[in-house]
C-alpha cells in the first residue's frame, strides 16, 4: 500500500483528487493538510510515501514547501500538481525537489500513471511541461552566443587562444603584452561571460561555435 499526503487549499478540489488516488486500491491517501505550514509539520511525522503538491498554497509557496520537505525526508516523491505552467515556476519546483510535474488539466488516468512513473523512479510530466523543459536546453547556447558577442576584438582574440590551450604567459608573449595585462584582459572575459574560470570561459566558447 503507498500512502499519500495532499497539500491542497482548494477543498472541492482536494476531495476529487482523493478520490481519483484512491480509485487504485494500492494507494491510500494518509492525510490532507490546506497549506505550507501544516504540511511540514504533519508530513515528517506521518511519514508517507508520497506527496502531492499544489504551488499555490495561502501561507506560503509550494516550491518552498517541496525544498524543505527534501531536506528533511531525502527519499520522499513529491509530485506538483497545479494551474502554473510557466518556466519559472517548473524549475524552481524541479529545483526545490520536486519528482514529477503536472497540470491540473490532466486526466484521472494521466495523474494515476504519473503515480506509477513515480514510484518506479521516473519523472513524470504533462507534454506541455515536457516541451518547456526540452525547450530551455536550447536557451544556453542562444545565451552563450550573446555573452561572448559583448567580448572586445581583444578579448576575443584571448579566449580563442585559451581554447588552444596557451597559459597566460604564453598568451602574453605571442600578443606582445604584460602577462599583467593579460591577466587583466581575462578577469574581463569572465566577468562578461558569468564564468570563474579558464575552462568555464572556453567551455562557453564551444558551446557558442557548437
Not at 27 to 40: E, R, S, V
Not at 112 to 121: D, K, M, S
Not at 153 to 158: D, F, G, S, V
Request: charged share 25%; hydrophobic share 40%.
Amino acid at each position: 500500500m503507498i500512502k499519500f499526503a495532499i497539500v491542497e487549499d482548494d477543498a472541492r478540489f482536494c476531495k476529487s483528487l482523493r478520490r481519483v488516488v484512491e480509485s487504485n486500491p494500492e494507494y491510500t491517501c494518509d492525510a490532507i493538510y490546506p497549506n505550507g505550514k501544516q504540511a511540514l509539520e504533519g508530513i515528517p511525522a506521518r511519514v508517507p510515501d508520497m506527496v502531492i503538491m499544489d504551488l499555490n498554497l495561502p501561507d506560503m509557496a509550494g516550491a518552498d514547501v517541496t525544498a524543505q520537505l527534501k531536506s528533511a525526508m531525502p527519499n520522499l516523491s513529491i509530485i506538483i500538481l497545479t494551474v502554473y505552467n510557466d518556466s519559472e515556476n517548473i524549475f524552481r519546483a524541479l529545483r526545490a525537489g520536486a519528482s514529477g510535474y503536472l497540470l491540473k488539466q490532466a486526466t484521472a488516468q494521466e495523474i494515476l500513471e504519473a503515480i506509477t512513473e513515480v514510484h518506479r523512479g521516473g519523472a513524470p510530466m504533462t507534454s506541455e511541461i515536457a516541451r518547456k523543459v526540452i525547450a530551455t536546453f536550447h536557451e544556453p547556447s542562444k545565451q552563450n552566443q550573446k555573452d561572448v558577442e559583448t567580448l572586445s576584438p581583444r578579448e576575443k582574440e584571448i579566449l580563442e587562444l585559451l581554447a588552444q590551450g596557451y597559459a597566460n604567459k604564453e598568451i602574453a608573449d605571442k600578443l606582445g603584452i604584460t602577462v599583467g595585462t593579460a591577466c587583466w584582459y581575462l578577469h574581463g572575459i569572465y566577468r562578461k561571460l558569468h564564468v570563474q574560470s579558464r575552462v568555464q570561459a572556453v567551455n562557453k566558447l564551444r558551446r557558442k561555435t557548437a
